[in-house]
Nanobody, 125 residues
Framework: QVQLVESGGGLVQAGGSLRLSCAAS????????MGWFRQVPGKEREFVAV????????WYSNSVKGRFTIARDNAKSTVYLEMNSLNPEDTALYYC??????????????????WGQGTQVTVSS
């Protein structure tokens, strides 16, 4: 079955960096658009960044543009999220998601077929 396993979360001070990874199995990774979303308790899941199945196109939320970078390695079936200049507002549970080919709206969580279990990122001030 399809599995998405996130790793790399943790506690970091404001201004610091983290790199998240999401290893996929059970699917033809190169056929899937991959995304990162985040969620804090009491709020809806929020779009962070998405990369097309080929890696040729990327999309970012305004809140992370210029600070976060999404990348993928199709040979390793892994997608990454490099996060720099972190601030306390970035604190959340970060999820990896997969959508076969391209969603109509890359920012909508409901468009995605598969989800990981999440990795916690906590940024202290």
């Amino acid at each position: 079955q399809v599995q998405l396993v996130e790793s790399g979360g943790g506690l970091v001070q404001a201004g610091g960096s983290l790199r998240l990874s999401c290893a996929a199995s059970g699917l033809t990774f190169s056929s899937y658009t991959m995304g990162w979303f985040r969620q804090v308790p009491g709020k809806e899941r929020e779009f962070v960044a998405v990369i097309s199945h080929s890696g040729g196109n990327t999309w970012y939320s305004n809140s992370v543009k210029g600070r976060f970078t999404i990348a993928r390695d199709n040979a390793k079936s892994t997608v990454y999220l490099e996060m720099n200049s972190l601030n306390p507002e970035d604190t959340a549970l970060y999820y990896c998601a997969a959508k076969f080919m391209r969603p109509l709206d890359v920012s909508r969580p409901a468009q995605y077929n598969y989800w990981g279990q999440g990795t916690q990122v906590t940024v202290s001030s």
